[in-house]
């Protein structure tokens, strides 16, 4: 557990150096150009690699429908209360959905292997492929609309490559396709400097972002939708699912992942206040290296 504390860590080199680039050269930063490169370009390298590099099984998606069972239902209990809490539309937006996309990729994989073992993997691969698509569906359309109406909002989601490229590359692996060495390196090469572009523009956003001028409820509302509402309809739903113990464990624990730094590549694409997302995003991660012990305890009781 020790080793992947020390990884998650380590990854807030490239927000420090995201955090003093924009420190230094501040206006000269155009925030959004980096952002219209990673999501548009780099991202869908990415998303091949990430879904290329374990062969998909079709025949494990029972662990990621229940993922995406909890995920509507969490989503329907937020559309209860968030409006009544939240008159802006922007705060309206982030309040629906900040919480729902969590880290299951890059910190959820890893995290599963450490307390599962590497038997997590397929199981982990689907999940964090569902959420894939919770992301860059639902992810959008609640972002957009911070901006945008209905119709458009719909349209966003089908103009991002993306979407596509996970179709795509999902078709690809069902039908047991296995890239060429060197295609896996260029996808590689994309994915990793994707994921450094998002850390980057994290630490960009992370800049500017005062604490004392966020709205302190939709903090709160965030904050405790992500480690106590979530977990908690988690729970009940698994608690009443015949289910081998240790995937419910790993849907439990990819439920509890923190915010996603794909929440402030969507916040700020979309104009959807990115740095208070980006506040969220940090504030959750910071929080959950405490949580993930309680969570683990919890795991026996599933």
């Known amino acids: 557990m020790s080793s992947i504390i020390f990884s998650i860590l380590s990854i807030y080199v490239f927000i420090v150096m995201g955090y003093l680039a924009k420190r230094t ?18 991202q869908v390298f990415l998303t091949f690699w990430g879904l290329l590099i374990h062969p998909v099984d079709i025949t494990l998606l029972y662990a990621p429908s229940i993922y995406l069972l909890i995920v509507v239902v969490a989503l329907i209990m937020s559309a209860l209360f968030a409006h009544r809490l939240f008159s802006d539309k922007k705060e309206y937006s982030i309040a629906m959905v900040a919480a729902l996309i969590g880290n299951t990729g890059n910190l959820g994989i890893p995290l599963n292997i450490a307390i599962f073992g590497e038997s997590s993997i397929p199981y982990t691969t689907v999940v964090n492929l569902v959420n894939v698509f919770v992301v860059y569906t639902i992810g959008v359309f609640y972002y957009s609309r911070g901006s945008f109406d209905v119709r458009t909002s719909l349209k966003n989601i089908l103009k991002l490559p993306i979407l596509w490229a996970a179709i795509v590359a999902i078709i690809l692996s069902v039908n047991g396709y296995t890239p060429d060495k060197a295609i896996m390196k260029m996808l590689m090469m994309g994915a990793y400097a994707s994921m450094t572009m998002q850390l980057f523009l994290f630490g960009i956003y992370l800049y500017g972002t005062k604490i004392k001028e966020l709205n302190t409820l939709l903090i709160s509302w965030v904050i405790t939708f992500k480690f106590l509402l979530l977990p908690l309809i988690a729970f009940v739903v698994l608690a009443f699912i015949t289910m081998e113990p240790m995937i419910k464990g790993i849907i439990f624990v990819e439920l509890l992942m923190p915010l996603a730094v794909a929440n402030v590549n969507l916040a700020s694409l979309y104009e959807c206040k990115p740095r208070v997302v980006t506040a969220l995003v940090f504030i959750t991660s910071l929080l959950f290296l405490g949580v993930i012990f309680l969570g683990v305890k919890i795991l026996a009781l599933l």
Do not use: S
Request: no cysteine.
């Open 25 to 42: 050269f501040k206006e000269q930063i155009d925030d959004k150009t980096i952002t219209l490169l990673n999501v548009y370009f780099l």
